[in-house]
């Protein structure tokens, strides 16, 4: 196609392939809704970084707080043994769990609903599970999704494939946090237990670590910064091979497209009758 029209659905095709990052969930140019859905992603990512300095020095001072804002192990066995030694009760300690293991959850779910498999084989990364669970959706439906949300807490995977699943799945909102909160309950209570067994013991781990908090939130800190340095070299790297190999398509398609164009006036002259041919024969 060649003139304006043609001009036009180039630069159109152009500006769709800048948009189609292999580290972006969505295809083309993004809506509205999948930049909040993303901001979103992106600000619990930043949530748990800015609480890191802070999680070795509550888990010995204020358990129930810490559970509330990241809803970690330490921090709910640490409640619990210290419910143990008269510091509150388990009641208090299974309620904070609800939203200190649920607030975003529902996020994930959302961004199932969105973006179906593309986030799904995101967050799987190289490991590949994502692929097999969604064959598994296919195959058995709510009977795999229902018990899979349910028992996610104790599965040794990240709970957002499971959440992004059950979006893409089409479970409704209602009955994923159900689900869940079921799920974050059996998995409350059980570390709970856990703390309110341990009792003093656990309370005098609990205070020893927030004592040397500072130390232990900078090695963590350490850490993930070398990780996040790792993983986005690694990131741009997959990037500019994926940017090549497009570029090196498109080359070869535009030398085609050349090569077509060229042999046919070729053809076109070679078809052409020899004028007086016959009559000289």
Known sequence: MTGPEG???????????????PRLPWAGRPRAVDIACWAGITITGLYYLVLLPFRADLVGTHPVALELLNGTIESIVSAAAFARVGHGTLLVVLL?????????DALYWWAGRLWGERIIL????????????????????RKFTWPA??????????????YVI??????????????DMIGTLLWAGM??????ELGHHAVVVAQ????YGLWISIAIIAVIVVGQVRSGRAAQAQAAQAQAAQAAAAAQAQTATQTRAAAQPQAAGSAQPVPGGEEGS
């Open 7 to 21: 001009e036009g659905q180039k630069a159109t095709d152009q500006q769709a392939s800048a948009w189609n990052d």
């Open 149 to 162: 949300v349910v028992i996610s807490p104790f599965l040794p995977i990240p709970n957002a494939i499971i």
């Open 191 to 196: 570390l709970a237990g856990l703390g309110y």
């Open 122 to 141: 995101l967050l799987s990364g190289k490991r590949n599970r994502g692929p097999r669970y969604m064959a598994r959706v296919r195959r058995w439906g």
């Open 166 to 179: 059950a979006g893409w799945a089409g479970m409704k909102l209602v009955t994923f946090l159900i689900l």
């Open 96 to 104: 904070a769990a609800i939203p200190g293991l649920m607030k975003f």
């Open 208 to 211: 020893t670590i927030s004592h």
